[in-house]
């Protein structure tokens, strides 16, 4: 129990209790001030030294604070009383953020992997524990991928950091740990598997998704660069394709080989700003039935996934040639981080790997030559 004498500080109006620290049971210092408002005499509880941080010097800028208007603990808490404090939950704080990003690309996937978090929409972030967040962890991995547990945690982490940002709520009370996942793989068709899927696409020539397929087969773009793709992005006469909002952010300018270039001069022009549009002319949203159709028909392995799958074709091709350095594979596949591109590094190696065997087995064969002429 803390003994009621009073200590004085070097600060006019502080002064301090000694008390026993929560827990450890210590002697801990209680700093009160005291001051006058509107003519009338208050004292109040400043801070205990160890719990609030407190110090002499701290409780002496709080008395200020509060000569100068700020509400004491007791008018502060009457306020309260009055006017209830607004409590921003997880569900309300997702629609605010919503609501301010109307724009924000990936808000669809975003909407969709919150359902997996929507029985925490009714908590504050400070409410939830981290046993709350393992059962639905193991909840979503036992149907989903640990890509769309992360997803969809991440959502959590993310709308919980702007709640903070913009003094809405508090933080969580606890370090959100997101699924592990081994996004390093990375699909690739064989020379025997990219000629049948080939021939299945010249033989669906209405299909919308067989252009977009060798699109990405022969320039590595990605599936929202194909859909965002206008005929301004274009440049025939130089050779180059502009891409508008990549993955990696700033927009990008790259090369434009002959094959692409005759696939994007074979597609119909209209009204449409897009070379792949979709309904009404505006810019597609969706190709997966037709891609999907077009994969089925050439016999593609069932996790290849049509467009994604194309692009690592693509940069498998490049890298296993031993003839393009990562550092220009990453320009062309505009990767951000040079670290996304070094899952390719491996094909790269197999390919100095050969080259150095061939070697050797040359300078055997010379050697072999020389003998028998010296013979």
């Not at 109040?44 to 002496?60: L, S, V």
């Not at 046993?131 to 959590?156: C, F, R, Y």
């Not at 692409?260 to 949203?285: E, H, M, V, W």
Request: net charge positive; charged share 30%; hydrophobic share 35%.
């Amino acid at each position: 129990m803390p003994t009621m004498k009073r200590h004085p500080t070097p600060y006019p109006g502080v002064y301090f209790l000694w008390g026993r620290a929560v827990g450890s049971g210590k002697p801990e210092k209680i700093y009160y001030i005291k001051y006058r408002k509107a003519g009338r005499a208050i004292e109040e509880k400043g801070g205990r030294q160890y719990q609030d941080d407190m110090t002499p010097a701290k409780a002496a800028a709080l008395r200020v604070r509060r000569i100068q208007g700020d509400l004491s603990n007791k008018e502060r808490r009457e306020v309260e009383r009055e006017i209830p404090l607004q409590r921003w939950t997880v569900g309300k704080l997702f629609d605010e953020w919503q609501a301010s990003n109307p724009h924000l690309k990936g808000l669809a996937q975003d909407r969709s992997h919150f359902k997996h978090i929507e029985s925490l929409s009714d908590k504050d972030p400070q409410e939830i524990t981290p046993l709350e967040v393992d059962h639905i962890k193991n909840e979503i991995l036992k149907t989903k991928s640990p890509q769309t547990g992360k997803l969809a945690l991440s959502i959590l982490r993310r709308i919980v950091r702007w709640g903070v940002k913009k003094n809405l709520s508090q933080p969580l009370p606890f370090v959100l740990e997101l699924p592990r996942v081994n996004n390093t793989v990375t699909e690739f068709l064989t020379p025997k598997q990219i000629i049948k899927l080939l021939q299945v696409i010249d033989s669906e020539p209405k299909n919308p998704g067989g252009a977009m397929m060798k699109v990405a087969l022969f320039s590595g773009l990605r599936r929202g660069e194909l859909f965002r793709l206008t005929w301004n992005d274009v440049d025939f006469r130089n050779g180059f394709v502009h891409i508008r909002n990549p993955k990696g952010g700033r927009d990008q300018v790259i090369p434009l080989n002959p094959e692409t270039g005759n696939i994007l001069k074979s597609q119909p022009q209209n009204d449409s700003p897009y070379i792949f549009p979709g309904i009404n002319g505006k810019q597609r949203a969706e190709v997966r039935r037709a891609v999907n159709r077009i994969k089925r028909l050439a016999e593609l392995p069932e996790n290849f996934r049509p467009l994604h799958g194309l692009r690592h074709t693509y940069a498998s091709l490049l890298a296993s040639s031993g003839k393009v350095d990562l550092y220009t594979l990453q320009h062309l596949l505009t990767h951000k981080d040079p670290g996304t591109t070094q899952r390719y590094a491996h094909l790269r190696d197999e390919s100095l790997k050969r080259a150095s065997n061939l070697a050797g087995e040359l300078v055997k064969e010379a050697i072999e030559q020389e003998r028998e002429k010296e013979k």
